[in-house]
């Protein structure tokens, strides 16, 4: 009962720290680039989606970024915004959309327990749904060159394996510290590389990277999963957080660069 009760309060603490971010938000206001809201529809479903515009001449890839399992944070939006500095296209869908009452999404929901319940709740197919459509959109849009990457943080890393698996456009997955998906089946329908970028505090994930590793090489996909030591689960927030440990801004700063030198490539 004890062990519930302080499982439970770490659970709180860790939602309460992921919505502390008045220092996203502020960043976020002080930017330069275009950023507005969209609703994306398909079916009876509209997806609201937050895309930044990038500042540069020629048509741009675009990043479909994926949100923390806190769903379209500050933070997610902050980091969809930075994507755009670095000269792409970023949207963040919220997944959460229509989900609290009277049709909101991500703001209305509530709290951080409130928002995590959600976002288990949320039908598979649905995910995969809302996901293709604001990829198509994007794609479509008159600035962009017709090529889209997909970038998911914690929750969302996870969704970014498993969108890979469902959709054959992606040109390239960023998976940061979120877990694979276990069938060959699955695997096998992946075509675009996957990277991966973890934390070496991180074991619950971690554990899962040799089976992935096996899986993906038995099948001729590309998979590069690089490990940052130190750091935590959650290292890309937690490393911009003026509050964040060392190890955690370190691996940030790598995972950055990295990220931005495969997105080149593309």
Request: aromatic letters at 8%.
């Amino acid at each position: 009962m004890n062990r519930m009760i302080i499982l439970s309060a770490g659970l709180t603490i860790a939602a309460l720290t992921a919505n502390a971010q008045d220092w996203a938000k502020a960043r976020l206001e002080k930017s330069r680039r275009h950023g507005e809201w969209v609703k994306v529809t398909h079916g009876k479903r509209e997806v609201n989606s937050f895309i930044v515009y990038p500042e540069v001449k020629e048509k741009a890839t675009a990043v479909l970024v994926i949100h923390e399992i806190f769903g379209l944070s500050d933070w997610v939006r902050d980091m969809t915004d930075q994507l755009a500095e670095a000269g792409y296209i970023a949207i963040a869908p919220d997944l959460l959309s229509g989900t609290a009452p009277g049709g909101g999404g991500t703001a209305e929901v509530g709290g951080g327990d409130a928002v995590r319940k959600a976002i288990y709740s949320l039908p598979p197919d649905q995910i995969t749904g809302d996901l293709n459509e604001v990829m198509e959109y994007v794609s479509k849009l008159p600035a962009c060159n017709g090529k889209v990457a997909v970038a998911g943080f914690c929750w969302g890393g996870g969704q970014t394996f498993r969108f890979a698996t469902n959709n054959k456009d992606i040109k390239a997955a960023f998976v940061f510290y979120g877990p694979p998906p276990t069938k060959e089946e699955e695997i096998a329908r992946i075509t675009a590389p996957v990277y991966g970028f973890y934390g070496g505090n991180d074991a619950r994930i971690n554990t899962t990277i040799p089976k992935t590793t096996e899986l993906m090489k038995k099948a001729g996909k590309t998979y590069d999963p690089v490990t940052y030591e130190g750091a935590g689960h959650g290292f890309m927030r937690g490393g911009e957080d003026p509050k964040g440990n060392d190890a955690d801004k370190k691996a940030r700063d790598e995972a950055w660069q990295r990220l931005k030198a495969e997105l080149k490539k593309i």
